[in-house]
């Protein structure tokens, strides 16, 4: 959709109802403007996305109480449009009773039982949501799960496929293809934009089984690193600020913090040693 809307050109002799006809979008579409959330429901998100990191397991009602406890009252409706907002779903063993309409597109999980033992043969991806003094934006980030090493970053404004891809293609220019990507079953990446990139190329795909919280256990471990080292302790007035700051966290991440994971070692010195 916001492709086709930056198709249209009021500039243009053509009138935007036959600009708008063309491209397969209502008028009203192109001429919404997007209010922006307040700052008590901006104030809201992030107190549900700090509980969120620890708690993965408690959806709509379950933030619902934990609002109640801190003395904001927020029906179930308000809550979930927000959660919806910010990407985040409650994690839990759930009945396989029926396939979901974008099922054509989901993988299988390809990392039970696999033995990790060296650099790009596994990458992670995933979506968080980044809290701000005012408003909010979205960060992708890829980690080589071998050795902690995030190859690939970037923020936007959206929960568009197309953000998530350009990060993979990205990080591909600079460390060339991974064996295997895991992912979740986001709608960003079960969409014809993200699979058939991929079958393109001789990455295999890897997604999560669905409301398995720990098939992508390292992504989310560095989710809690970015959020209480950086974003939490100095929250970024805008885009460029946060950018700057996710930029030195993660060059501190990946080539002067040593992990526990991997034996007390630094990401970039086991990435390239291996790689």
Known sequence: MSDRLQMIDQQDALSIRCQCKLVSVSRSSFYYKPIEESEEN??????MDEHYL???SEGVIGMKNFLMTLGIIANHKRVRRLLRLMGLMAIYPKRNLSKLGQAKYIRPYLLKGLKIERSNQVWAIDITYIPMAKGFLYLTAIIDVYSRFVVGWAISNTLDASCSLEVLKGAIRRHGEPEIINSDQGSQFTCPLWIEYLQNTDIKISMDGKGR???????ERLWRSVKYDCVYLK?????LELYTMLREYFDYYNTCRCHQGIDHQIPANLYYQAA
């Open 54 to 56: 620890f708690h993965a």
């Open 235 to 239: 929250c970024p007035e805008d885009g």
């Open 42 to 47: 901006r104030n809201v998100m992030r107190l």
């Open 213 to 219: 919280a720990i098939d992508n256990i390292f992504i």
